[in-house]
């Protein structure tokens, strides 16, 4: 079992390379739980990699909140931006798709409350799709 302490706390503020182990753990639990973040990453695996789509069907999120997710993505190398003609897209990196099976496999833990037999199925199914069909680089 893990203990978070403050000691953890201040290490990430302070934004040491090495982490413990729980501190690193912590950290990535935190970057993900901040508010829009999982609607961001849930979007690119969807396809969205403009700034518009982003911003799409959440009128309530800001273009500086958007922002500031995409660049905590981003310095996680969990995104990478690309900028090509002048137009700047995003794509999931190598560690973004590993998220992405985290992500899937938490989704259908949570459709396991709801949802059972053939039904609980078909929508796997359809979340398999997504997943091995998703947003590819």
Not at 21 to 32: A, S, V
Not at 69 to 86: A, G, H, P, S
Not at 95 to 120: D, S, W
Request: hydrophobic fraction near 30%; charged fraction near 35%; glycine fraction near 4%.
């Amino acid at each position: 079992r893990f203990k978070f302490n403050n000691r953890c706390k201040m290490t990430i503020k302070r934004k040491f390379d090495k982490l413990p182990p729980y501190c690193q753990f912590e950290k990535n639990l935190n970057l993900i739980k901040n508010k829009w973040t999982v609607y961001i990453l849930r979007d690119m695996i969807l396809g969205k990699k403009y700034f518009s789509d982003f911003k799409e069907d959440k009128p309530e999120l800001s273009n500086k909140i958007l922002t500031q997710r995409l660049k905590e993505l981003e310095e996680n190398n969990i995104i990478e931006k690309n900028i090509k003609d002048n137009e700047t897209s995003y794509h999931l990196t190598e560690k973004g798709h590993r998220l992405q099976n985290i992500l899937y496999e938490l989704a259908i833990f949570n459709l396991e409350e709801e949802y059972h037999g053939e039904e609980l199925e078909k929508i796997k199914k359809e979340f398999e799709q997504l997943k091995y069909g998703g947003n590819q680089k």
